[in-house]
T-cell receptor, first 110, second 116 residues
């Protein structure tokens, strides 16, 4: 079983839709959770960074962590064509390297 | 502007050749990393370094080598022993040393390596 599971998609939505991206994990010691956005032929860009359980909001983006279910989500409200990218989840305990999901490819159709 | 610079953007390797990928950061970060990204496999850790003159193998270090002679530089050499080098290579860094750091990693824009 992989440490982090992420549905690869692809996911296509119309402009303005609410997008939900998800990852599940198996290691209950993970404490730090990240979402990265990666455009084609570019490096991942940090979108959201959360510690432990709860919600964090930044503009149109909301990150949610449910440690009891070992499940994290990224919600994108009012999605735009510029949101079209691959979204990677990543997580770590306090003392090891990052574990990444395989990424979900999102296309927002104008 | 602070950031991580990777060069070249594209690189081609001939059979039996070693090639070196450059990674420079001006963020004053201690920790630096090299990842390999293949379609459908996510990012896999090749090597990481916590301080100058120290580095550790990651999950897929075979066929690769690194050096860390300066804080801002962490070059990766893909040797001829790496039989399947075609991939997108990403360099990253974060504040603090790995074991104690709760800081997220920031990435460069990658080098795409192909076989001729």
């Amino acid at each position: 079983q992989k440490e982090v599971e992420q549905d690869p998609g692809p996911l296509s939505v119309p402009e303005g839709a609410i997008v939900s991206l998800n990852c599940t994990y198996s290691n209950s010691a993970f404490q730090y959770f990240m979402w990265y956005r990666q455009y084609s032929r570019k490096g991942p860009e940090l979108l959201m960074y959360t510690y432990s359980s709860g919600n964090k909001e930044d503009g149109r983006f909301t990150a949610q962590v449910d440690k009891s279910s070992k499940y994290i989500s990224l919600f994108i409200r009012d999605s735009q064509p510029s949101d079209s990218a691959t979204y990677l989840c990543a997580m770590r305990t306090g003392a090891n390297n990052l574990f990444f999901g395989t990424g979900t490819r999102l296309t927002v159709i104008p | 502007d602070g950031g991580i610079t990777q060069s070249p953007k594209y690189l081609f390797r001939k059979e039996g050749q070693n090639v070196t990928l450059s990674c420079e950061q001006n963020l004053n970060h201690d920790a630096m990393y090299w990842y390999r990204q293949d379609p459908g496999q996510g990012l896999r850790l090749i090597y990481y370094s916590q301080i100058v003159n120290d580095f550790q193998k990651g999950d897929i270090a075979e066929g690769y080598s690194v050096s860390r002679e300066k804080k801002e530089s962490f070059p990766l050499t893909v040797t001829s022993a790496q039989k399947n080098p075609t991939a997108f290579y990403l360099c990253a860094s974060n504040e603090g040393r790995i074991v104690y750091s709760n800081q997220p990693q920031h990435f460069g824009d990658g080098t795409r390596l192909s076989i001729l």
